[in-house]
């Protein structure tokens, strides 16, 4: 194994996090490293359950004075966003992530890091294996497939759980605490191709958007971000030319936004294309300006057999340029007043594949009214049967509602003044988290989320920072200390 994090502090954090990254973790690829925490719970000695889709609980009893506390349940997912940079060869089935520090912040090399949210799990075993710690009975939850739909969410057998205080690491910024996040829903539009021989009167074209920021549709969505696959479609729709379409693609998660598409075309003069293609492109970048510094564009020779019909043509890029991105509204506070900085409601246009003889659109809904949510999924659902593609939802999960003044939210304020003398701030946020869908199976359980500074979540530039993690886990720490004052 590397030891690339082996001298950092909280040590036993920071060396269960690199063990973890050395094992393939992307969604629906969990199997691995659930077993691998099966036998790290039974290895301590602690009750220790795997259900039937991979989900972890180990359970710790309390310690003496704490045995009259209500129970913890420390939570986060152990599944991670696969994207990697351009002229990465990293395989996530595969290999390890690899891991360097530059500065106070850990990175990984050109691919997601898996902080978020290999570090909830990280944080939770070392308490788990530390018998010098004071605490009431804990209950370490870790789930699968959080990141593509919240299936071990969904699964988790609740019943299985004491814990009246639900303790999520799965939030990144440090002092700010988030007690409720928007709902999702995640519908799936189908088209079956239609061909037609390619002419040998033309030539092929591959041009590409490349180098976005792209990051995650609910962090980074209110930002006015570029999405890829959308400039490629403007980029077609708006030239003077004729053109036979024979590939689209772009974006890789549902809950990321696509910061690479490309397209094929067949065109009579490839030169005069290019040269309008590149001033249609610097028209976008002044436009992406400041919010997409490294755009770029790049052209490769192709060759291609067949192209779409014209009608096929015509239905693909007329639904890729209907369907909306960004955020669709702000909230609104109690005085009327917009806040700019979290969206209500939001959609990511994020994956346009091809699976066989069909091309497959993944499409993101956030909203913290399921009013706001349904209506937007009815919408897309009656622009998909008037272009006659078919309509599923793939996944989607609840809001999880804001109620102030709880007592797990008076614990953590408590104790976040006492070590930092600060007030940290009170939260919702637009991207989605577990806890709504956990707390709708679980009556009177109360919940909170907390993390260490995290960035560029969902891309390859995603960063922890290693003075952060170390405070957020000196915070947990007091908190479960301070229970037995409540």
């Known amino acids: 194994m590397s030891n690339v994090l082996g001298h950092l502090e909280p040590k036993r954090?920071?060396?269960?996090?690199?063990?973890?990254?050395?094992?393939?973790r992307a969604s629906y690829h969990e199997e691995?490293?659930?077993?691998?925490?099966?036998?790290?719970?039974?290895?301590?000695?602690l009750e220790t359950i795997q259900d039937k889709?991979?989900?972890?609980?180990?359970?710790?009893?309390?310690?003496?004075?704490?045995?009259?506390?209500?129970?913890?349940?420390?939570q986060g997912h152990m599944d991670m966003v696969p994207v990697k940079g351009k002229g990465s060869n990293h395989n996530f089935d595969t290999d390890p992530i690899e891991m360097r520090i530059v500065d106070d912040m850990i990175y990984a090399n050109n691919t997601t890091l898996g902080a978020d949210n290999g570090i909830a799990i990280a944080m939770s075993l070392a308490i788990l294996e530390d018998n010098t710690l004071k605490h009431p009975a804990l209950e370490a939850v870790f789930t699968i497939n959080e990141e593509?739909?919240?299936?071990g969410a969904y699964a988790l057998d609740t019943s299985l759980l004491k814990g009246k205080y639900?303790?999520?690491?799965?939030?990144?910024?440090?002092?700010?605490?988030?007690?409720?996040?928007?709902?999702?829903?995640?519908?799936?539009?189908?088209?079956?191709?239609?061909?037609?021989?390619?002419?040998?009167?033309?030539?092929?074209?591959?041009?590409?958007v490349t180098d976005l920021l792209g990051g995650h549709s609910g962090q980074e969505i209110q930002l006015q971000r570029a999405n890829a696959t959308k400039l490629v479609v403007r980029m077609l729709?708006?030239?003077?030319?004729?053109?036979?379409?024979?590939?689209?693609?772009?974006?890789?998660?549902?809950?990321?936004?696509?910061?690479?598409?490309?397209?094929?075309?067949?065109?009579?003069?490839?030169?005069?294309?290019?040269?309008?293609?590149?001033?249609l492109y610097n028209k976008m970048r002044a436009e992406f300006a400041v919010s997409e510094p490294h755009m770029n564009l790049v052209f490769e020779d192709a060759s291609v057999e067949k192209v779409y019909t014209d009608e096929f043509k015509t239905k693909l890029l007329t639904l890729l340029t209907v369907l909306p991105h960004g955020v669709n509204s702000y909230t609104v506070n109690e005085d009327g007043t917009l806040d700019t900085s979290l969206p209500e409601s939001s959609t990511n246009m994020a994956i346009v594949e091809n699976v066989g003889d069909q091309v497959k659109v993944t499409f993101s809904i956030r909203s913290a009214k399921e009013t706001i949510k349904e209506e937007i999924a009815k919408?897309?659902?009656?622009?998909?049967?008037?272009?006659?593609?078919?309509?599923?939802?793939?996944?989607?999960?609840?809001?999880?509602?804001?109620?102030?003044?709880?007592?797990?939210?008076?614990?953590?304020?408590?104790?976040?003044?006492?070590?930092?003398?600060?007030?940290?701030?009170?939260?919702?946020?637009?991207?989605?988290?577990?806890?709504?869908?956990?707390?709708?199976?679980?009556?009177?359980?109360?919940?909170?989320?907390?993390?260490?500074?995290?960035?560029?979540?969902?891309?390859?530039?995603?960063?922890?920072?290693?003075?952060?993690t170390k405070n957020c886990y000196e915070f947990v720490l007091d908190v479960l200390e301070s229970m037995n004052q409540y």
């Not at 691995?32 to 000695?45: C, I, P, Q, T, Y």
């Not at 889709?53 to 420390?74: M, S």
């Not at 002419?199 to 074209?205: D, G, I, P, R």
């Not at 009556?443 to 907390?450: D, F, K, L, N, T």
Request: net charge negative; aromatic share 6%.
């Open 32 to 45: 691995a490293v659930s077993n691998w925490l099966k036998e790290f719970g039974e290895k301590l000695g």
């Open 237 to 279: 729709t708006q030239l003077s030319v004729d053109f036979d379409l024979a590939d689209l693609t772009g974006g890789t998660m549902h809950n990321a936004i696509p910061n690479h598409a490309e397209a094929v075309i067949l065109v009579e003069d490839v030169d005069a294309v290019k040269a309008e293609l590149e001033a």
């Open 148 to 151: 593509s739909g919240m299936d």
């Open 379 to 468: 919408r897309v659902e009656l622009l998909a049967a008037t272009l006659g593609c078919k309509f599923e939802i793939i996944a989607g999960y609840p809001a999880w509602e804001v109620i102030p003044h709880s007592t797990i939210e008076k614990i953590c304020t408590d104790s976040w003044v006492k070590i930092t003398g600060k007030t940290p701030a009170i939260i919702a946020i637009h991207a989605g988290l577990e806890c709504g869908l956990l707390l709708d199976k679980m009556e009177g359980v109360e919940a909170i989320s907390i993390g260490p500074d995290m960035f560029d979540v969902h891309s390859e530039k995603e960063h922890l920072s290693i003075p952060s």
């Open 53 to 74: 889709v991979g989900n972890i609980i180990i359970k710790k009893p309390a310690t003496p004075g704490y045995e009259n506390c209500p129970a913890v349940i420390l």
């Open 166 to 208: 639900l303790l999520n690491i799965d939030s990144e910024e440090e002092g700010c605490f988030t007690i409720g996040c928007a709902g999702g829903k995640t519908p799936l539009l189908t088209l079956d191709k239609e061909y037609k021989e390619a002419c040998s009167c033309k030539k092929a074209l591959k041009f590409a």
């Open 13 to 24: 954090v920071f060396e269960n996090f690199e063990a973890m990254n050395q094992i393939p």
